[in-house]
C-alpha cells in the first residue's frame, strides 16, 4: 500500500483538529449554560479527547497497513460495517455542517454585517470537492504548509489576549454544585469528539520511531491552545454572561478588549492566517465522508461522490439551517445523544477491533509455525 501521510503530516492533523472550532463560539455557549463551571466542561471533555487520540495512534502502530474499513469489516462482518460506516457518516454530516454553520456566524457577526452565504460558501465547496477527489496526501501537505501560520497566529492572539485577564474571576468552582457542569457536558457535546475523524487516516501514514510522541505532544499543544483562549474568555465575561451571545468569539474579544474597533481590525490578517486551522478541519471532515460513501456504495468515482455530498451540504446549510440559531437547535437537540457514540466511543471500539484481529492472526502464525517446525 503507498502510504499517503507522514508521521509529522498526522501528528498536524490531529493538533488541527483538536482546536479548530473549540475557539469559535462554543466558549461562549459554555458561558450562557455552565457559568464559571465551563471550563471544568471544557477540560473534562478535552482529557476524553487526548485519551481517544492514544487509542486512535496505538491502532495506527499496530496496524499499520489496515484502514479502519478493513478493521470494522474484518471485526464485525461487511453488513456491521456498512451499517457503522452509515452511522459516522451522519455524525460527520452534523459536523460538517456545524462547522460551516460557525465560520458562517463568524464572518456575518466579525466582518460584514451583512453576507451572501448562499453565494459565499459555493469556493469553500468547490475547494473540498477538490481535496475529496484527490489522495489524503494533498491535505496532508496543505496542513503542514498552514501550521506554522496557524500556530503562529494563536500564539499571537494569546499574547493580545491575555494581558489582563482577571484569572481570579474563575473562582469558585461549583458554587451550585455540579448541576451546572454537568448540565454544560451534557448541551455541548457535539463540539467535541473530533477524534473519530482522523479514523479515516488508518493505513495511510507512515508509521516512524517517534509517531506516537509526536502526536501525542501536537495534541497537548492542542489542548493548551484551546484552554488558553477558554481561561481567557471564561475570566473575562464570568460576571456578565448576560453580555454575550451566539455569535461572540475570540475576533469579538479583541475588538473590545484591545479597542480596536477605534483605530482599524488590525487582528483581521491575524484571523485570516486562525482561519487555515478551519478549512483544513472541513476539508477533512468531507474527504471522510466522501471515502465512507465511497465504502458503503462500493463506487470509486472521483469526483461524483464529492460532487453530491456537496450537494446536499449545500441545500441542508443555505434552505434548511438557514441562520445560527436552528444549527444551534440541532446541534443540542436528541441527536447529541445518539451520536455521542460515534463521537467518543469509535475510536475505542476500533482500537479493540484491531487488537482482536491482531492477536487472532499472531495466535495463527505461531500455530502454523509450530506445525512447520514438528513437520520437519
Known sequence: MNK?????????????????????????LMLKVSGRDSIVVMAFYLVIE??????????????????????????????????????????????????????????????????????????????????????????????????????????????????????????????????????????????????????VCLGNVKVSKHTVLKTVLMRLLSVVFVLVFSVIMFSTYADITDLIDYGHNVSSMTQYSLGSHDYGRFDYIIYCFWMLAVLVKIMLNFYAMSQNVRYVSGKTARFIIPIIIAIVVYVLTVFVLKNENAMYSVSTSVLRFVFMPAEFLLPFFT?????????????????????EQKTV
Not at 14 to 26: S, T, W
Not at 60 to 86: M, Q, W
Not at 178 to 193: D, I
Open 50 to 199: 487526548l485519551i481517544n487520540v492514544l487509542f486512535l495512534v496505538y491502532t495506527l502502530c499496530r496496524n499499520p497497513d489496515k484502514t479502519f474499513y478493513e478493521i470494522v469489516e474484518s471485526g464485525i462482518g461487511k453488513i456491521g460495517s456498512i451499517i457503522t460506516v452509515i452511522y459516522f457518516t451522519l455524525f460527520l454530516l452534523l459536523k460538517i455542517l456545524l462547522m460551516i454553520g460557525e465560520v458562517k456566524v463568524f464572518f456575518s457577526s466579525s466582518v460584514y454585517e451583512r453576507i451572501s452565504w448562499d453565494i459565499m460558501i459555493i469556493p469553500l465547496l468547490v475547494l473540498c470537492v477538490g481535496f475529496a477527489s484527490k489522495p489524503l496526501t494533498s491535505l496532508g501537505r496543505s496542513s503542514e504548509i498552514f501550521a506554522p501560520l496557524i500556530v503562529l497566529s494563536t500564539v499571537i492572539l494569546s499574547l493580545l489576549l491575555s494581558a489582563n485577564v482577571p484569572i481570579s474571576n474563575l473562582l469558585p468552582l461549583f458554587s451550585n454544585g455540579l448541576k451546572s457542569s454537568v448540565e454544560g457536558a451534557l448541551t455541548f457535546p457535539v463540539w467535541f469528539g473530533d477524534v473519530s475523524l482522523l479514523l
Open 351 to 371: 482500537f479493540i477491533l484491531a487488537v482482536i484481529k491482531f492477536r487472532k492472526a499472531e495466535h495463527q502464525e505461531k500455530k502454523e509455525g509450530d506445525g
Open 4 to 28: 499517503q501521510l507522514s508521521s509529522t503530516q498526522f501528528a498536524i492533523l490531529v493538533f488541527i483538529c483538536g482546536m479548530a472550532i473549540k475557539m469559535f463560539m462554543l466558549p461562549a
